[in-house]
């Protein structure tokens, strides 16, 4: 079993930055992708962005150029650096891992809030 626990959430002004965290513990090391998503109220979750295998990343549209993923796998942190942020950001994120590939995620935090006024 793997925990995630999101800390970092909050408020911001548009153009301003936010940095969210994911701790992870427990079988870490069977992990082989990791993600953040995100979600709105009445809205399907989003996949905002991921990495496999520890070098393939993927971006949505909305986010590339302005939202990095990384990982500490020392740390078993992973973050989701966030620029130029808009209010169309505001939603509730959430980290995600995996064991396989491929397929659905496995494990999921408990979401943190993010806020972003014009």
């Known amino acids: 079993q793997v925990q995630l626990v999101e800390s970092g959430g909050g408020f911001a002004q548009a153009g301003g930055s936010l940095r969210l965290s994911c701790a992870a513990s427990g079988s870490t090391f069977s992990i082989n992708a990791i993600a953040w998503y995100r979600q709105v109220p009445g809205k399907q979750r989003e996949l905002v962005a991921s990495i496999k295998l520890g070098r393939y990343t993927y971006y949505a549209d909305s986010v590339k150029d302005r939202f990095t993923i990384s990982r500490d796998t020392a740390k078993k942190t992973m973050y989701l650096q966030m620029n130029s942020l808009k209010p169309e950001d505001t939603a509730v994120y959430f980290c995600?891992?995996?064991?396989?590939?491929?397929?659905?995620?496995?494990?999921w935090g408990q979401g943190t809030q993010v806020t972003v006024s014009s």
């Open positions: 995600a891992a995996r064991k396989g590939v491929m397929g659905e995620y496995d494990y």
